[in-house]
């Protein structure tokens, strides 16, 4: 029987079976994509690459900055200084600028591809369920196939995660009124260099938030590839349009704030995220476990969202687990 099986192969989850499998426990990390990433993901089309979901990553803690110093030394993550203009009346409650913005090289997802080749991952696993059996977990996946484990890490959204344990758990309500938000993601190629004035922009008026070069990044040849994302209010609104309607939507956005990104498109696609970001400051704990059932839930969602906070989620779940092993 396996130690452990861990339900996602994002930040949180492959940190914490890193963790766990370097102390000795055995581990099945399953996800229902085909590689390792979640929301920090990386799409190729046409010759393009795009960091679709998470931007970039910062550190504030102490623990995270060591982590992220060792992962650039052995060239998994670069800094990124951009130009960046914003548009619209900066929010109150934009938080000080980071010291240093990091992205994964040669894409977001470096790191996680690295952490997961040491791992027994099994890719296109979609978990439909997780029911106790006997002291331990029986974890169904596609076509029937099923896995048994001692103990269990979910790491899928919390709506997600819920539904995966069945209204009847004792975490099952708490789970699915977590409030993820959405966001629709663009992705936009051009046959030859754009020059709006700027690698990245904060977008605070209209339908966008974000606008970013994503072939100016470190490692990316400096292709014309850009990623914009929609607001959350505006996303929310439009969850249920078509990809082609939000990609006119968007286009339409950019020819006002830079005309350049409006002209000669060559390539474009949209990614709805239905559970993007936490809203507010996570849980008040950096996972949720019932030690009595070896069950522990971990994500962003947990501490405060984003890449530090899916990573600081991981670490305390592969602690948690450690000690009920
Ligand atoms: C548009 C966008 C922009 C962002 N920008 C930034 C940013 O600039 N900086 C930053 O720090 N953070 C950013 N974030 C947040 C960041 O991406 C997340 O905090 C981080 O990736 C979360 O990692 P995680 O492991 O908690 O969850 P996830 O990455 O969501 O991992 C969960 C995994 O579980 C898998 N899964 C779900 N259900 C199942 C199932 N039933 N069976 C099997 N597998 C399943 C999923 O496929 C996924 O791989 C952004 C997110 C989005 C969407």
């Given at each position: 029987?396996?130690?452990?099986?861990?339900?996602?192969?994002?930040?949180?989850?492959?940190?914490?079976?890193?963790?766990?499998?370097?102390?000795?426990?055995?581990?099945?990390?399953?996800?229902?994509?085909?590689?390792?990433?979640?929301?920090?993901?990386?799409?190729?089309?046409?010759?393009?690459?795009?960091?679709?979901?998470?931007?970039?990553?910062?550190?504030?803690?102490?623990?995270?900055?060591?982590?992220?110093?060792?992962?650039?030394?052995?060239?998994?993550?670069?800094?990124?200084?951009?130009?960046?203009?914003?548009?619209?009346?900066?929010?109150?409650?934009?938080?000080?600028?980071?010291?240093?913005?990091?992205?994964?090289?040669p894409g977001m997802n470096a790191v996680l591809h690295q952490l997961a080749r040491?791992?027994?991952?099994?890719?296109?696993?979609?978990?439909?369920?997780?029911?106790?059996?006997?002291?331990?977990?029986?974890?169904?996946?596609?076509?029937?196939?099923?896995?048994?484990?001692?103990?269990?890490?979910?790491?899928?959204?919390?709506?997600?995660?819920?539904?995966?344990?069945?209204?009847?758990?004792?975490?099952?309500?708490?789970?699915?009124?977590?409030?993820?938000?959405?966001?629709?993601?663009?992705?936009?190629?051009?046959?030859?260099?754009?020059?709006?004035?700027?690698?990245?922009?904060?977008?605070?008026?209209?339908?966008?938030?974000?606008?970013?070069?994503?072939?100016?990044?470190?490692?990316?040849?400096?292709?014309?590839?850009?990623?914009?994302?929609?607001?959350?209010?505006?996303?929310?609104?439009?969850?249920?349009?078509?990809?082609?309607?939000?990609?006119?939507?968007?286009?339409?956005?950019?020819?006002?704030?830079?005309?350049a990104l409006a002209q000669s498109v060559t390539h474009s696609a949209a990614h709805?995220?239905?559970?993007?970001?936490?809203?507010?400051?996570?849980?008040?704990?950096?996972?949720?476990?019932?030690?009595?059932?070896?069950?522990?839930?971990?994500?962003?969602?947990?501490?405060?969202?984003?890449?530090?906070?899916?990573?600081?989620?991981?670490?305390?779940?592969?602690?948690?687990?450690?000690?009920?092993?």
């Amino acid at each position: 029987m396996i130690d452990v099986i861990v339900v996602g192969a994002g930040w949180s989850g492959l940190t914490a079976a890193t963790r766990l499998a370097a102390r000795g426990h055995s581990v099945v990390v399953v996800d229902k994509s085909r590689g390792p990433g979640g929301r920090s993901a990386t799409r190729r089309a046409d010759n393009f690459s795009f960091d679709h979901g998470a931007q970039y990553l910062t550190a504030r803690s102490e623990a995270f900055r060591r982590q992220v110093r060792a992962w650039a030394e052995s060239g998994l993550l670069a800094p990124w200084r951009p130009g960046i203009v914003t548009f619209g009346d900066r929010p109150a409650d934009a938080g000080r600028p980071p010291d240093e913005r990091w992205v994964g090289v040669p894409g977001m997802n470096a790191v996680l591809h690295q952490l997961a080749r040491g791992l027994d991952c099994r890719w296109q696993w979609q978990t439909v369920g997780a029911a106790r059996r006997g002291p331990g977990w029986r974890v169904e996946g596609p076509d029937g196939e099923a896995l048994e484990g001692r103990a269990l890490l979910i790491t899928a959204p919390p709506r997600q995660a819920g539904g995966l344990l069945g209204p009847d758990h004792a975490l099952h309500d708490r789970l699915v009124a977590v409030d993820m938000q959405p966001c629709w993601a663009v992705m936009l190629g051009y046959a030859s260099p754009r020059e709006p004035g700027f690698d990245a922009a904060f977008v605070n008026r209209g339908p966008l938030a974000w606008i970013a070069h994503n072939g100016g990044k470190p490692g990316r040849g400096n292709v014309d590839a850009w990623v914009v994302h929609a607001e959350t209010g505006w996303s929310n609104d439009h969850l249920e349009d078509p990809a082609e309607a939000v990609v006119e939507a968007a286009i339409a956005a950019l020819a006002e704030l830079a005309p350049a990104l409006a002209q000669s498109v060559t390539h474009s696609a949209a990614h709805r995220w239905r559970f993007a970001q936490p809203r507010g400051g996570g849980q008040g704990s950096s996972s949720l476990s019932r030690d009595s059932e070896r069950l522990v839930l971990a994500g962003d969602w947990c501490a405060g969202g984003r890449i530090e906070g899916a990573w600081i989620s991981g670490v305390a779940a592969a602690r948690r687990l450690d000690a009920m092993l």
